[in-house]
Protein backbone atom coordinates (compact mmCIF):
# COMPACT_ATOMS: atom_id res chain seq x y z
CA UNK A 1 0.00 0.00 0.00
CA UNK A 2 3.07 2.75 0.83
CA UNK A 3 4.74 1.31 -2.67
CA UNK A 4 0.82 2.13 -4.43
CA UNK A 5 0.72 5.61 -2.50
CA UNK A 6 4.44 6.36 -3.47
CA UNK A 7 4.22 5.66 -7.08
CA UNK A 8 1.02 7.83 -6.93
CA UNK A 9 2.70 10.67 -5.40
CA UNK A 10 5.89 10.27 -7.88
CA UNK A 11 3.47 10.36 -11.12
CA UNK A 12 1.63 13.34 -9.82
CA UNK A 13 4.82 15.18 -9.36
CA UNK A 14 5.87 14.21 -12.45
CA UNK A 15 2.49 15.77 -14.24
CA UNK A 16 3.11 18.74 -11.99
CA UNK A 17 6.89 19.36 -13.22
CA UNK A 18 5.74 18.49 -17.45
CA UNK A 19 2.74 21.17 -16.62
CA UNK A 20 4.97 23.87 -15.33
CA UNK A 21 7.73 23.30 -17.60
CA UNK A 22 4.90 23.43 -20.27
CA UNK A 23 3.87 26.92 -18.53
CA UNK A 24 7.35 28.46 -18.42
CA UNK A 25 7.23 28.13 -22.06
CA UNK A 26 4.06 30.14 -23.06
CA UNK A 27 4.46 32.21 -20.96
CA UNK A 28 8.15 33.45 -21.93
CA UNK A 29 7.13 32.75 -25.24
CA UNK A 30 3.64 35.15 -24.90
CA UNK A 31 4.39 37.55 -21.84
CA UNK A 32 1.15 39.87 -22.44
CA UNK A 33 -1.01 37.34 -23.36
CA UNK A 34 -3.42 36.68 -20.45
CA UNK A 35 -5.73 34.09 -22.23
CA UNK A 36 -3.18 32.10 -23.82
CA UNK A 37 -1.34 31.41 -20.37
CA UNK A 38 -5.02 31.17 -18.45
CA UNK A 39 -5.98 28.53 -21.85
CA UNK A 40 -2.94 26.12 -20.85
CA UNK A 41 -4.54 25.50 -17.50
CA UNK A 42 -8.04 25.40 -18.41
CA UNK A 43 -6.86 22.72 -21.32
CA UNK A 44 -4.80 20.74 -19.14
CA UNK A 45 -7.81 20.59 -16.21
CA UNK A 46 -10.19 19.69 -18.34
CA UNK A 47 -8.02 16.67 -19.97
CA UNK A 48 -6.25 15.63 -16.19
CA UNK A 49 -10.30 15.61 -15.14
CA UNK A 50 -11.24 13.38 -17.66
CA UNK A 51 -8.75 11.37 -17.49
CA UNK A 52 -8.78 10.99 -14.00
CA UNK A 53 -12.90 9.91 -14.33
CA UNK A 54 -12.09 7.66 -17.29
CA UNK A 55 -9.33 5.87 -14.85
CA UNK A 56 -11.56 5.22 -11.82
CA UNK A 57 -14.23 4.05 -14.02
CA UNK A 58 -11.85 1.93 -16.23
CA UNK A 59 -12.96 -1.90 -17.19
CA UNK A 60 -10.70 -3.75 -19.99
CA UNK A 61 -13.97 -5.08 -21.54
CA UNK A 62 -15.20 -1.29 -22.45
CA UNK A 63 -12.34 -0.21 -24.59
CA UNK A 64 -15.00 1.40 -26.79
CA UNK A 65 -14.86 4.98 -28.52
CA UNK A 66 -15.30 7.26 -25.36
CA UNK A 67 -12.40 5.04 -23.81
CA UNK A 68 -10.40 5.85 -26.88
CA UNK A 69 -11.25 9.57 -26.46
CA UNK A 70 -10.11 9.46 -23.14
CA UNK A 71 -6.56 7.78 -24.67
CA UNK A 72 -6.46 10.32 -26.87
CA UNK A 73 -6.62 13.77 -25.18
CA UNK A 74 -4.20 12.31 -22.69
CA UNK A 75 -1.39 11.05 -25.55
CA UNK A 76 -2.61 14.51 -27.15
CA UNK A 77 -1.43 16.76 -24.17
CA UNK A 78 1.02 14.65 -22.73
CA UNK A 79 3.61 13.77 -25.87
CA UNK A 80 3.99 17.78 -26.59
CA UNK A 81 4.42 19.23 -23.23
CA UNK A 82 7.34 16.08 -23.06
CA UNK A 83 8.88 17.48 -25.55
CA UNK A 84 8.57 21.15 -24.34
CA UNK A 85 9.89 19.92 -21.23
CA UNK A 86 13.05 18.04 -22.96
CA UNK A 87 13.81 21.74 -24.65
CA UNK A 88 13.27 24.06 -21.52
CA UNK A 89 14.76 21.18 -18.73
CA UNK A 90 18.06 21.46 -21.27
CA UNK A 91 17.76 25.47 -20.96
CA UNK A 92 18.13 25.17 -16.79
CA UNK A 93 20.84 22.71 -17.00
CA UNK A 94 22.93 25.64 -19.79
CA UNK A 95 21.21 28.15 -17.27
CA UNK A 96 22.75 26.62 -13.77
CA UNK A 97 26.23 26.31 -15.31
CA UNK A 98 26.21 30.04 -16.90
CA UNK A 99 24.95 31.84 -13.43
CA UNK A 100 27.53 29.41 -11.74
CA UNK A 101 30.72 30.10 -13.90
CA UNK A 102 29.26 34.05 -13.82
CA UNK A 103 29.24 34.30 -10.08
CA UNK A 104 32.66 32.21 -9.30
CA UNK A 105 34.21 34.68 -11.79
CA UNK A 106 32.60 37.98 -10.03
CA UNK A 107 30.75 38.65 -13.30
CA UNK A 108 27.36 37.95 -12.08
CA UNK A 109 24.69 40.76 -10.83
CA UNK A 110 21.17 39.56 -10.05
CA UNK A 111 19.18 36.46 -9.74
CA UNK A 112 21.62 33.54 -9.77
CA UNK A 113 20.31 31.91 -12.65
CA UNK A 114 19.45 33.97 -16.04
CA UNK A 115 16.48 34.65 -17.67
CA UNK A 116 14.44 32.23 -20.08
CA UNK A 117 15.23 33.04 -23.49
CA UNK A 118 12.21 33.47 -25.69
CA UNK A 119 13.89 32.22 -28.50
CA UNK A 120 14.14 28.64 -26.70
CA UNK A 121 10.43 28.87 -25.90
CA UNK A 122 9.61 29.39 -29.42
CA UNK A 123 11.59 26.86 -30.32
CA UNK A 124 10.30 24.43 -28.00
CA UNK A 125 6.73 25.41 -28.58
CA UNK A 126 7.37 25.08 -32.76
CA UNK A 127 8.93 21.49 -31.76
CA UNK A 128 5.97 20.48 -29.95
CA UNK A 129 3.54 21.35 -32.69
CA UNK A 130 4.52 18.41 -34.61
CA UNK A 131 3.16 15.99 -32.44
CA UNK A 132 0.33 17.71 -31.34
CA UNK A 133 -0.54 17.83 -35.03
CA UNK A 134 0.71 14.58 -35.88
CA UNK A 135 -1.41 13.21 -32.98
CA UNK A 136 -4.58 15.45 -34.03
CA UNK A 137 -4.29 14.44 -37.59
CA UNK A 138 -4.14 10.79 -36.65
CA UNK A 139 -7.26 10.78 -34.84
CA UNK A 140 -9.11 12.79 -37.10
CA UNK A 141 -7.88 10.89 -40.10
CA UNK A 142 -5.33 8.27 -39.91
CA UNK A 143 -7.04 5.67 -38.12
CA UNK A 144 -9.11 5.38 -41.47
CA UNK A 145 -6.57 6.34 -44.00
CA UNK A 146 -6.21 2.72 -45.62
CA UNK A 147 -3.35 1.88 -47.41
CA UNK A 148 -2.86 -1.15 -49.93
CA UNK A 149 0.60 -2.43 -49.78
CA UNK A 150 1.53 -4.94 -52.95
CA UNK A 151 3.85 -7.77 -52.53
CA UNK A 152 5.08 -10.32 -54.90
CA UNK A 153 6.60 -12.97 -53.65
CA UNK A 154 8.23 -15.90 -55.78
CA UNK A 155 9.12 -19.64 -55.01
CA UNK A 156 10.18 -22.70 -56.83
CA UNK A 157 7.70 -25.29 -55.84
CA UNK A 158 4.93 -23.14 -56.58
CA UNK A 159 2.38 -25.26 -58.62
CA UNK A 160 2.14 -24.01 -62.40
CA UNK A 161 -1.62 -24.02 -62.06
CA UNK A 162 -1.46 -21.19 -58.83
CA UNK A 163 1.05 -18.75 -60.85
CA UNK A 164 -0.23 -15.09 -60.32
CA UNK A 165 -2.56 -16.38 -57.48
CA UNK A 166 -3.32 -13.19 -55.24
CA UNK A 167 -4.29 -13.22 -51.51
CA UNK A 168 -5.53 -10.09 -49.67
CA UNK A 169 -4.86 -10.30 -46.23
CA UNK A 170 -6.30 -8.24 -43.41
CA UNK A 171 -5.93 -8.42 -39.58
CA UNK A 172 -6.93 -6.98 -36.21
CA UNK A 173 -10.47 -5.38 -37.05
CA UNK A 174 -10.89 -4.77 -33.60
CA UNK A 175 -14.89 -4.20 -34.02
CA UNK A 176 -15.27 -2.37 -31.17
CA UNK A 177 -13.29 0.94 -31.58
CA UNK A 178 -14.85 1.81 -34.84
CA UNK A 179 -16.90 4.76 -35.10
CA UNK A 180 -17.97 5.81 -38.54
CA UNK A 181 -19.59 3.62 -40.51
CA UNK A 182 -19.24 5.23 -44.11
CA UNK A 183 -15.51 5.11 -43.95
CA UNK A 184 -15.41 2.06 -42.61
CA UNK A 185 -17.29 0.59 -45.81
CA UNK A 186 -15.05 2.44 -47.83
CA UNK A 187 -12.44 0.35 -46.34
CA UNK A 188 -14.47 -2.41 -46.68
CA UNK A 189 -15.21 -1.34 -50.83
CA UNK A 190 -10.95 -0.89 -51.04
CA UNK A 191 -10.65 -4.72 -50.12
CA UNK A 192 -12.85 -5.70 -52.70
CA UNK A 193 -11.43 -3.40 -55.22
CA UNK A 194 -8.59 -5.49 -55.15
CA UNK A 195 -10.13 -8.36 -57.00
CA UNK A 196 -7.60 -10.92 -54.96
CA UNK A 197 -8.61 -14.80 -55.05
CA UNK A 198 -8.71 -15.36 -51.41
CA UNK A 199 -9.40 -13.03 -48.40
CA UNK A 200 -7.41 -14.28 -45.34
CA UNK A 201 -8.38 -12.60 -41.56
CA UNK A 202 -5.42 -13.61 -39.23
CA UNK A 203 -7.26 -12.46 -35.93
CA UNK A 204 -8.67 -10.00 -33.47
CA UNK A 205 -12.18 -9.65 -34.73
CA UNK A 206 -13.12 -7.64 -31.75
CA UNK A 207 -11.40 -6.15 -28.85
CA UNK A 208 -13.43 -8.05 -26.24
CA UNK A 209 -16.86 -9.04 -26.55
CA UNK A 210 -18.55 -10.90 -29.69
CA UNK A 211 -21.38 -7.72 -29.35
CA UNK A 212 -19.47 -5.56 -30.74
CA UNK A 213 -18.81 -7.21 -34.28
CA UNK A 214 -22.88 -7.37 -34.50
CA UNK A 215 -23.39 -3.23 -35.93
CA UNK A 216 -20.81 -3.83 -38.16
CA UNK A 217 -22.12 -7.57 -39.93
CA UNK A 218 -23.56 -6.45 -42.61
CA UNK A 219 -20.85 -4.09 -43.93
CA UNK A 220 -18.16 -6.98 -44.04
CA UNK A 221 -20.79 -9.53 -45.35
CA UNK A 222 -19.82 -7.48 -48.47
CA UNK A 223 -16.45 -8.68 -48.59
CA UNK A 224 -15.92 -10.94 -51.58
CA UNK A 225 -13.66 -13.40 -53.16
CA UNK A 226 -14.15 -16.05 -55.63
CA UNK A 227 -11.90 -19.00 -53.70
CA UNK A 228 -13.09 -18.42 -50.52
CA UNK A 229 -12.59 -16.06 -47.03
CA UNK A 230 -10.76 -17.74 -44.45
CA UNK A 231 -9.87 -16.82 -40.90
CA UNK A 232 -8.26 -16.99 -37.39
CA UNK A 233 -8.35 -16.32 -33.87
CA UNK A 234 -6.73 -13.03 -32.20
CA UNK A 235 -5.69 -12.78 -28.47
CA UNK A 236 -8.65 -10.22 -28.24
CA UNK A 237 -11.54 -13.17 -29.94
CA UNK A 238 -11.23 -15.22 -26.80
CA UNK A 239 -12.37 -12.72 -24.36
CA UNK A 240 -9.88 -13.60 -21.98
CA UNK A 241 -9.47 -9.51 -20.83
CA UNK A 242 -13.04 -9.78 -19.02
CA UNK A 243 -13.99 -10.68 -16.06
CA UNK A 244 -17.40 -12.95 -16.77
CA UNK A 245 -19.83 -13.70 -13.91
CA UNK A 246 -19.66 -17.49 -15.05
CA UNK A 247 -17.89 -19.72 -17.57
CA UNK A 248 -20.86 -20.55 -19.15
CA UNK A 249 -20.87 -16.57 -20.28
CA UNK A 250 -17.43 -16.91 -21.43
CA UNK A 251 -18.32 -20.05 -23.47
CA UNK A 252 -21.53 -18.52 -24.92
CA UNK A 253 -19.72 -15.65 -26.23
CA UNK A 254 -17.03 -17.78 -27.83
CA UNK A 255 -20.06 -19.55 -29.47
CA UNK A 256 -21.27 -15.94 -30.69
CA UNK A 257 -17.99 -15.11 -32.51
CA UNK A 258 -18.00 -18.69 -34.09
CA UNK A 259 -21.27 -18.28 -35.59
CA UNK A 260 -20.41 -14.28 -36.41
CA UNK A 261 -17.09 -15.83 -38.20
CA UNK A 262 -20.03 -18.21 -40.56
CA UNK A 263 -22.46 -15.18 -40.68
CA UNK A 264 -19.51 -13.24 -42.35
CA UNK A 265 -19.01 -15.97 -44.61
CA UNK A 266 -15.41 -16.86 -43.36
CA UNK A 267 -14.56 -20.16 -42.84
CA UNK A 268 -12.57 -20.30 -39.23
CA UNK A 269 -9.54 -22.88 -38.81
CA UNK A 270 -8.94 -23.72 -35.83
CA UNK A 271 -5.81 -25.49 -35.68
CA UNK A 272 -6.50 -27.23 -39.06
CA UNK A 273 -5.94 -27.16 -42.64
CA UNK A 274 -7.90 -26.99 -45.84
CA UNK A 275 -6.82 -27.61 -49.30
CA UNK A 276 -7.31 -24.69 -52.11
CA UNK A 277 -7.94 -26.13 -55.71
CA UNK A 278 -6.81 -24.28 -58.74
CA UNK A 279 -7.17 -26.31 -62.25
CA UNK A 280 -6.75 -29.47 -60.49
CA UNK A 281 -3.65 -28.41 -58.83
CA UNK A 282 -3.83 -27.60 -55.09
CA UNK A 283 -2.07 -25.59 -52.07
CA UNK A 284 -2.40 -26.31 -48.34
CA UNK A 285 -3.89 -23.17 -46.58
CA UNK A 286 -3.31 -23.76 -42.73
CA UNK A 287 -4.95 -21.78 -39.62
CA UNK A 288 -4.17 -22.46 -36.04
CA UNK A 289 -5.42 -20.20 -33.02
CA UNK A 290 -3.49 -17.66 -31.42
CA UNK A 291 0.54 -18.38 -30.24
CA UNK A 292 2.14 -15.71 -29.07
CA UNK A 293 5.06 -15.32 -26.94
CA UNK A 294 3.78 -13.96 -23.73
CA UNK A 295 0.56 -14.19 -24.66
CA UNK A 296 -2.00 -17.25 -24.24
CA UNK A 297 -0.86 -20.21 -27.18
CA UNK A 298 -3.55 -22.07 -28.06
CA UNK A 299 -2.10 -23.01 -31.03
CA UNK A 300 -0.92 -26.31 -31.64
CA UNK A 301 0.69 -26.52 -35.41
CA UNK A 302 1.72 -30.13 -35.25
CA UNK A 303 -1.97 -30.98 -35.33
CA UNK A 304 -3.29 -28.23 -37.99
CA UNK A 305 -0.41 -30.21 -40.40
CA UNK A 306 -0.52 -33.49 -39.11
CA UNK A 307 -2.10 -35.44 -42.55
CA UNK A 308 -0.46 -32.98 -44.61
CA UNK A 309 2.41 -33.99 -47.14
CA UNK A 310 6.26 -32.72 -46.52
CA UNK A 311 5.73 -31.86 -50.41
CA UNK A 312 2.92 -29.73 -50.49
CA UNK A 313 3.08 -25.69 -51.00
CA UNK A 314 1.83 -23.91 -47.56
CA UNK A 315 0.59 -21.17 -46.10
CA UNK A 316 0.30 -20.57 -42.78
CA UNK A 317 -2.46 -17.88 -40.66
CA UNK A 318 -0.70 -17.42 -37.26
CA UNK A 319 -1.96 -14.17 -35.21
CA UNK A 320 1.13 -13.10 -33.55
CA UNK A 321 4.54 -12.61 -35.61
CA UNK A 322 6.70 -14.10 -32.36
CA UNK A 323 5.20 -17.22 -33.42
CA UNK A 324 7.10 -17.52 -36.34
CA UNK A 325 9.99 -17.00 -34.81
CA UNK A 326 9.37 -19.79 -32.30
CA UNK A 327 8.46 -21.99 -33.81
CA UNK A 328 7.23 -21.71 -37.88
CA UNK A 329 10.83 -21.54 -39.17
CA UNK A 330 12.27 -24.12 -37.15
CA UNK A 331 9.02 -26.68 -38.09
CA UNK A 332 9.75 -30.35 -39.12
CA UNK A 333 7.46 -29.30 -42.56
CA UNK A 334 8.35 -26.63 -44.53
CA UNK A 335 6.05 -23.58 -44.63
CA UNK A 336 6.45 -21.41 -47.53
CA UNK A 337 4.39 -18.48 -45.98
CA UNK A 338 3.34 -17.21 -42.69
CA UNK A 339 0.57 -14.21 -42.54
CA UNK A 340 0.52 -12.85 -39.07
CA UNK A 341 -0.56 -9.49 -37.38
CA UNK A 342 -1.04 -8.47 -34.00
CA UNK A 343 1.28 -5.72 -33.54
CA UNK A 344 -0.60 -2.88 -35.19
CA UNK A 345 2.80 -1.30 -35.42
CA UNK A 346 1.61 0.23 -32.38
CA UNK A 347 -0.55 2.61 -34.22
CA UNK A 348 2.77 4.94 -34.18
CA UNK A 349 5.97 5.32 -36.38
CA UNK A 350 7.73 6.34 -38.77
CA UNK A 351 8.34 4.92 -42.11
CA UNK A 352 9.82 6.37 -45.20
CA UNK A 353 10.15 3.72 -47.68
CA UNK A 354 14.10 3.60 -48.57
CA UNK A 355 15.03 5.32 -45.42
CA UNK A 356 13.45 4.78 -42.16
CA UNK A 357 11.10 2.11 -40.73
CA UNK A 358 10.68 2.57 -36.95
CA UNK A 359 7.97 1.57 -34.55
CA UNK A 360 7.67 1.57 -30.64
CA UNK A 361 6.83 -2.06 -31.62
CA UNK A 362 10.34 -2.77 -32.58
CA UNK A 363 11.56 -2.61 -29.01
CA UNK A 364 8.54 -5.91 -28.53
CA UNK A 365 8.89 -7.90 -31.89
CA UNK A 366 11.67 -8.01 -34.26
CA UNK A 367 9.37 -8.46 -36.84
CA UNK A 368 6.60 -6.04 -36.31
CA UNK A 369 4.98 -4.99 -39.88
CA UNK A 370 6.03 -5.42 -43.27
CA UNK A 371 7.43 -8.84 -45.54
CA UNK A 372 10.36 -10.68 -43.68
CA UNK A 373 12.40 -13.44 -45.78
CA UNK A 374 14.47 -15.95 -43.23
CA UNK A 375 15.33 -19.44 -43.83
CA UNK A 376 13.74 -19.43 -47.20
CA UNK A 377 10.82 -18.56 -45.16
CA UNK A 378 8.73 -15.92 -45.59
CA UNK A 379 6.45 -13.58 -43.15
CA UNK A 380 4.39 -11.33 -43.56
CA UNK A 381 3.09 -8.67 -40.61
CA UNK A 382 -0.21 -6.80 -41.20
CA UNK A 383 -0.39 -3.55 -39.95
CA UNK A 384 -3.63 -4.04 -38.82
CA UNK A 385 -7.33 -2.65 -40.26
CA UNK A 386 -9.05 -1.50 -37.00
CA UNK A 387 -7.50 0.56 -34.10
CA UNK A 388 -7.28 -0.13 -30.14
CA UNK A 389 -7.36 1.83 -26.85
CA UNK A 390 -5.63 4.97 -29.13
CA UNK A 391 -8.13 5.81 -31.26
CA UNK A 392 -5.46 6.91 -34.21
CA UNK A 393 -2.92 6.18 -36.09
CA UNK A 394 0.47 8.12 -36.62
CA UNK A 395 2.68 7.36 -39.34
CA UNK A 396 1.66 3.37 -38.90
CA UNK A 397 -1.58 3.16 -41.28
CA UNK A 398 -4.14 0.75 -41.30
CA UNK A 399 -3.17 -1.61 -43.83
CA UNK A 400 -4.58 -3.99 -46.86
CA UNK A 401 -2.46 -6.35 -47.79
CA UNK A 402 -2.37 -8.11 -51.37
CA UNK A 403 0.35 -10.83 -52.06
CA UNK A 404 0.60 -12.41 -55.27
CA UNK A 405 2.52 -15.41 -55.80
CA UNK A 406 5.11 -16.41 -58.75
CA UNK A 407 6.86 -19.12 -60.10
CA UNK A 408 10.72 -18.54 -59.60
CA UNK A 409 12.12 -18.35 -63.07
CA UNK A 410 15.55 -19.81 -64.03
Request: hydrophobic share 45%; aromatic share 14%.
Given at each position: ??????????????????????????????????????????????????????????????????????????????????????????????????????????????????????????????????????????????????????????????????????????????????????????????????????????????????????????????????????????????????????????????????????????????????????????????GVENWGKGFAQHGDLPKATATLSDKSFKILMSHDPSHFDEEVKKFSQF????????????????????WIKWSPASLRYPKWAGLYEEMGRYLHVNRGFGFLAFPGRVGIWPEITV????????
Amino acid sequence: MITLLLRIILFIFFLLMIDWYSYQAFKTAFPSSVWIKAGFWIFSLIVYGFVAYGFMTFSREALNPSFGQMVSLLILSLIPKLVILAFLFGEDILRFFSGAFQSLAGGREGDFLPDRRKFISQTALAFASVPFLGILHGVLIGKYRYRVMKHTLEFEDLPEEFEGFTITQISDIHSGSFDDKKKLEYGVDLINQQNSDVILFTGDLVNNQATEMEPWIETFQKLRAPMGKYSILGNHDYGDYVAWPSKEAKAANMQRLYDIQEELGFRLLRNEHVKITRDGASIDLIGVENWGKGFAQHGDLPKATATLSDKSFKILMSHDPSHFDEEVKKFSQFIHLTLSGHTHGMQFGIEIPGWIKWSPASLRYPKWAGLYEEMGRYLHVNRGFGFLAFPGRVGIWPEITVLELRRKKD
